[in-house]
């Protein structure tokens, strides 16, 4: 039965782009060439999504994927047909295909849509032999609303520069892409990547926390993160938080300097390192110049956690902390480059550190680890890394304040050293937070690192 046929083609063909390794054409009898004659293509399934409808006849069903006539840039298909290692050349409209002749068959090949927005809108694939002659089938492209996944500081001023990440920012002179701010204000002077995937704008006045929308003629997206997000703040500098009405800094052993100068953002920040102090080149521990540490408690017994030491799970709901990130803006002077250690983003719950002395009840019944920095010296606390130096030996923010996202559920996996913790983290765990930079198992070069911090939050990530 020819369905039937096609259908065994086309697991063999599944079974080569789950990565089978092929052997290399001088061991294979049946080397790959590039047949004569027209390709014909009967049916296209879809392989990034899942069935969702089967027109099969129950006996001829031999794989999942939607039979579709329509898909979106970098939708993974399957063309079931004749002949069709007969294709020399493959095109979406005016967008050239990249073939990988590990995939194709007489009866079955698998391409995927090139990511490329067409100038020329065929809805057709062309099929084009090595005889440079041209077969057409009937598909739709079709491009979806923007996507948008991050943004370069969701703290920018109104009249600074900002940018959104993503993908399909696609300015129609008809239909214009706009950016609109919590408070429905628009952004300005939009510039779009030429890949589509980096969208510059000129911020508008907002004082409005909440998402951003983008809108394309194909659509709107709104943010899941927010513009200047309020949502679990944990440390602003600036502002008495809502539980206490205490404004949260420093509270351990050790004083960071909170500080606000011409490069500020909005008030207060924390900074780790100045200009007149060295960090190693292995990132040597210096908790009293490169470390922020908030303890929870206040050396009470019972500890009641009143005023300035509340628990950090007081401030933020830390339920379903695997869906959520820690957040902060960052900024690091050209002048003072980051080449060593990591950034070592640590929680710990009150049984393992607190302000104030070890073995004393608080009024939840707990029994407090006390005021040490034991708890986390080793690799069983769960902590993130963050060390963007490594990619090029150096890291700086160009004199401009930036977003860092560090999702908990995968970045909290390291220890102290940079092996994999062996310890695991509850949601009982973000009662306290240090930001340390400190060894994390990178070697760099001996710099004088100045980091900027400021707008510590606890979010939800997806």
Not at 93 to 99: E, P, S, V
Not at 106 to 133: A, C, F, H, W
Not at 344 to 368: E, F, M, P, R, W
Not at 443 to 462: L, W
Request: hydrophobic share 35%; net charge negative; with cysteine.
């Amino acid at each position: 039965m020819k369905t039937a046929r096609y259908n065994r083609g086309l697991l063999l063909a599944l079974a080569a782009a789950a990565g089978l390794t092929l052997t290399s054409c001088k061991d294979e009898p049946d080397k790959y060439e590039v047949a004569d004659g027209t390709p014909t293509i009967n049916y296209i399934r879809c392989l990034s999504t899942e069935i969702v409808g089967n027109n099969d006849a129950a006996d001829t069903h031999y794989t999942n994927g939607e039979l579709v006539t329509s898909a979106s840039p970098q939708s993974l298909l399957c063309l079931v047909g004749e002949n069709l290692r007969s294709v020399y050349e493959m095109y979406f409209n005016d967008q050239k295909a990249i073939l990988n002749s590990s995939y194709i068959t007489d009866n079955t090949l698998i391409v995927t849509i090139p990511r490329g927005i067409p100038q020329e809108v065929s809805d057709k694939i062309y099929m084009i032999t090595e005889d440079k002659d041209t077969i057409t089938y009937d598909f739709s492209v079709v491009i979806p609303a923007p996507s948008v996944n991050s943004m370069s500081c969701e703290y920018a001023e109104a009249g600074s520069t900002a940018s959104v990440y993503g993908n399909y920012f696609i300015d129609d002179p008809n239909v214009p892409l706009t950016v609109t701010f919590p408070n429905g204000k628009q952004a300005t002077d939009l510039q779009i990547s030429g890949s589509y995937s980096t969208l510059s704008f000129t911020v508008p006045e907002c004082e409005v926390s909440g998402p951003i929308t983008v809108t394309s003629i194909y659509g709107s997206t709104t943010t899941s993160f927010y513009y200047k997000d309020t949502r679990g703040m944990l440390f602003d500098f600036d502002t008495p938080n809502a539980v206490t009405g205490v404004v949260l800094g420093n509270h351990g052993w050790h004083a960071r300097d909170i500080l606000t100068d011409e490069t500020a953002l909005s008030g207060n920040f924390v900074q780790l390192g100045d200009a007149a102090t060295t960090l190693s080149e292995t990132g040597g521990w210096n908790d009293s110049k490169y470390s922020f540490e908030y303890w929870p408690g206040n050396w009470a017994d019972p500890e009641t956690y009143q005023g300035d030491g509340v628990r950090l799970t007081s401030l933020a709901d830390f339920s379903k902390w695997e869906n959520m990130a820690i957040k902060f803006e960052m900024y690091i002077p050209s002048s003072n480059p980051w080449q060593a250690g990591a950034m070592q983003v640590i929680v710990g719950g009150v049984d393992k550190v607190s302000n104030g002395n070890a073995g004393v009840k608080d009024i939840d019944g707990n029994t407090l680890g006390g005021a040490n920095n034991t708890y986390f010296n080793n690799n069983e606390l769960p902590r993130a890394l963050y060390r963007p130096w490594t990619a090029t030996g150096s890291y700086d923010t160009g004199d401009q304040w930036v977003t860092v996202t560090i999702p908990i559920k995968s970045a909290f996996t390291y220890g102290m050293s940079g092996a994999a913790a062996t310890g695991s983290l509850t949601a009982d765990d973000f009662a306290s937070l240090i930001i340390f930079v400190c060894d994390g198992g990178v070697v760099g070069t001996e710099c004088q690192p100045i980091i900027k911090i400021d707008n510590i939050r606890a979010v939800p990530y997806n």
